[in-house]
């Protein structure tokens, strides 16, 4: 049988060399050119990003469009786009786009942020490291869950999505190549709407999904 290999990790974050933005063309213009892992960063990896409070909303752009500029329509629109759903990161950027350009043509004016409060473009690298530890048996998940910490579960849950089989979390991956593969947990996994929970919700969601599965 195939052992699962828990592995974890830890983000590297750098400035992407973009000027930071102090309005909202400044934002959009920025987005056009920034890197696809400048994207990913301000959407996905927020996740493990240290938050002091629970935030409005899971991706960078809209947390500051709404705090900093005071927009809550485009916080709001913004705020809704699920970066799991897109085909890819372009498709992504093209939305977000959209999104600001229809938005800019219903104001009279340009929103901007007060100096010192410039959105930063930010980029990282995900470096991941084996932490030893390997699930034998699909009843071994549930108490591995339990233990797993927050770049574990954001490392097998979320960032997997990205590597193939693409759309796809590790879990659900090593399930289905057993010789008898659980369906019933693979269909739990499937229905969550993971989009927009925590790190510690999504920890709730799977153990759910397992109990509920067994």
Not at 48 to 76: C, G, M, S
Not at 155 to 181: K, N, V, Y
Not at 186 to 197: P, T
């Amino acid at each position: 049988m195939n052992q699962f290999e828990i592995k974890d990790c830890t983000l590297l974050t750098r400035m992407s060399g973009l000027p930071p933005a102090l309005n909202l063309r400044e934002l959009r213009d920025r987005i056009t050119r920034c890197r696809q892992s400048v994207l990913y960063h301000h959407f996905c990896e927020t996740l493990l990003t240290p938050q002091f409070d629970y935030p409005d909303y899971r991706n960078d752009f809209a947390v500051w469009v709404k705090h900093q500029i005071d927009d809550n329509v485009l916080a709001e629109r913004l705020g809704i786009l699920d970066p799991y759903s897109f085909a890819s990161l372009e498709d992504l950027r093209l939305l977000l786009l959209e999104l600001i350009d229809e938005h800019l043509g219903e104001l009279p004016y340009t929103p901007s942020a007060h100096v010192g409060h410039e959105f930063y473009f930010m980029e990282a690298t995900t470096v991941a490291f084996d932490t030893g530890k390997r699930i034998n048996r699909p009843e071994e998940l549930y108490d591995a869950v339990i233990k797993m910490t927050p770049g574990s579960l954001y490392f097998h849950f979320f960032e997997a999505r990205w590597r193939p089989p693409i759309g796809m979390d590790d879990f659900s991956a090593w399930l289905q190549t057993l010789t008898e593969p659980s369906v019933n947990v693979v269909k739990a996994f499937q229905s969550i709407d993971f989009s927009f929970f925590t790190l510690s919700e999504i920890k709730k969601e799977i153990l759910a999904a397992l109990s509920k599965a067994k």
